[in-house]
Every structure is written in C-alpha cells, then in structure tokens.
C-alpha cells in the first residue's frame, strides 16, 4: 500500500519508517479526507475558507487603494522637492513647464485609477449592459440567425 502516490514513506529505511508518529497522521489524514464519513465536514471547511478568503480580499482592497494613493502622492512629493530643484531654478520657465507636467501626469494617474476602482466591470444585469442589449437587438446586430454561427461557410449552399 502507499499514500498519496509516495510509496517511500511505507519502505523500511525510506525517509519516515512505517511506525513513525508522522506517517501515522499521514494516514489518518489520507484516510479522512478520501472517506465518505467526513464529506459534511470538507463541506463545512471548504465554505469557512471561502468566506475566510473573501473577508481578506475585502479588508485588502482598501488597503492596496491607500498604497496605490500613497505611492502617488511620495513620488509628486519626491518629484517637487528634489528633482525639479536640481533641474530647473525655481520659478523659471523650466520649473512651470515641468511643474505643470508633473501635475498633469499625478491628477490623471489619480483619476484614472479612482475610476478603476469605482466602476462597475460590466456584469450581465447592470441596467447599461440590458440597455446596449436591447439596442442591439432592436437594429438587428444580435438575435436569431445573427453571430459567428450563422456566418456562410465557403462552399456551403445558401
């Protein structure tokens, strides 16, 4: 017999011997999760890791928002009071040119990515999505006999 396709750990002189305490809970492991008796409670587990799972996700969402804003913010902060310094004397033409620039990139940066996270990615029962549906198949692009499937094939009759 072997666990798990690893018939070493059964072999006298193999990396665990056979009485060993680990392959004893090594098979007792196997011997749980392969059986019928304890489906209740994969089911049970395998829904506490899901809804474990999603709490991380959603705890880490905002966080990973605060570091995106906060890289933004270091690098324009960065940007300003050592980099634009050394290239161009304050107030010059230089410095409002490069100044303007770099606010410029830091507001869409920011926008874009607020705009990221706000929006809706487009699910089948969002009102725009039923809408640009309905539309579709009121012009005809989409319906009975319309798409990939009903394109001729080359020497097919019509």
């Known amino acids: 017999p072997h666990i798990g396709g690893r018939r070493d750990l059964l072999v006298e002189g ?3 011997p056979a009485n060993s305490p680990f392959t004893m809970w090594y098979q007792r492991l196997v011997e749980a999760l ?8 994969l089911m049970i587990l395998q829904k506490v890791i899901g809804i474990l799972f999603d709490l991380f996700m959603m705890i880490l969402g905002p966080i990973l928002i ?4 906060a890289i933004v913010s270091g690098e324009t902060y960065a940007f300003f009071t050592f980099l634009l310094p050394i290239y161009a004397t ?3 033409y230089v410095w409002f040119i490069h ?3 770099a606010i410029f990139l830091a507001v869409n940066i920011s926008f874009n990515y607020i705009m990221c996270v706000t929006s809706n990615p487009g699910t089948h029962d ?3 999505y039923q809408q640009l549906m309905a539309e ?3 012009e005809g692009l989409i319906g009975p006999g319309k798409g990939p499937g009903a394109v001729r ?6």
């Open 14 to 16: 193999g990396p665990c």
């Open 34 to 41: 392969t059986s019928n008796q304890n489906y209740r409670y």
């Open 66 to 69: 605060c570091v995106v804003f």
């Open 90 to 92: 304050y107030r010059s």
């Open 99 to 101: 100044g303007a620039f």
């Open 126 to 128: 969002s009102k725009v």
């Open 136 to 138: 579709a198949k009121e």
């Open 153 to 158: 094939r080359a020497g097919t009759p019509a």
